[in-house]
């Protein structure tokens, strides 16, 4: 939570990074539309937490 902060972290989780595209699971299909929102702020904030600048962010609902 510590980069993208308690709220979002709450609902969605990295999964995995597949060249520089950074596949991430959500609990409700509403936070695909809110991280895609985000995009530009949540990258900025990774690539000077990490030193990654990513590409895409491709987030998906999480199955059970």
């Known amino acids: 939570g510590e980069i993208v902060g308690e709220k ?3 609902h969605a989780r990295p999964d995995h990074i597949s060249g520089d595209i950074l596949f991430i699971k ?5 936070w695909k539309t809110e991280l895609s929102m985000l995009y530009t702020t949540l990258n900025e904030r990774i690539q000077k937490a ?3 600048k990513l590409k895409k962010l491709e ?3 999480e199955t059970v």
């Open 8 to 10: 979002i972290s709450e």
């Open 26 to 30: 959500v609990d409700n299909p509403a």
């Open 50 to 52: 990490q030193g990654t």
């Open 59 to 61: 987030s998906y609902k």
